[in-house]
Nanobody, 126 residues
Framework: QVQLVESGGGLVQAGGSLRLSCAAS????????MGWFRQAPGKEREFVAA????????YYLDSVKGRFTISRDNAKNTVYLQLNSLKPEDTAVYYC???????????????????WGPGTQVTVSS
């Protein structure tokens, strides 16, 4: 069993930066692909970024490419999401998720992820 807990959210002005962290319990973390999703009020959850178990492969939502960076430290059982050049439309609850499926691709559908954290709020003011 793997438990995930996000941290690092907060209130920031447009153009600012935040670094989200997702700490995982359990030794299986290093075998999971990891993803970040977000959900804004009144909107469906959407994929933001994913990273392979090794950290060598990443994939991003088009609207965050060049602004957000996903990374992981398997020695620390932690995955990160660096958010730069934030925009008001980035305001949402951000969730990290773990995919134990050992796929040949990075999943963008939340239904393919097995483990979820409770989320952390990111609010970007204009």
């Amino acid at each position: 069993q793997v438990q995930l807990v996000e941290s690092g959210g907060g209130l920031v002005q447009a153009g600012g930066s935040l670094r989200l962290s997702c700490a995982a319990s359990g030794r299986a973390f290093s075998r999971f692909a990891m993803g970040w999703f977000r959900q804004a009020p009144g909107k469906e959850r959407e994929f933001v970024a994913a990273v392979s178990w090794s950290g060598t492969t990443t994939y991003y939502l088009d609207s965050v490419k060049g602004r957000f960076t996903i990374s992981r430290d398997n020695a620390k059982n932690t995955v990160y999401l660096q958010l730069n050049s934030l925009k008001p439309e980035d305001t949402a609850v951000y969730y990290c998720a773990g995919d134990s499926g050992r796929r040949r691709y990075l999943a963008t559908n939340g239904n393919e992820y097995d483990y979820w954290g409770p989320g952390t709020q990111v609010t970007v003011s204009s």
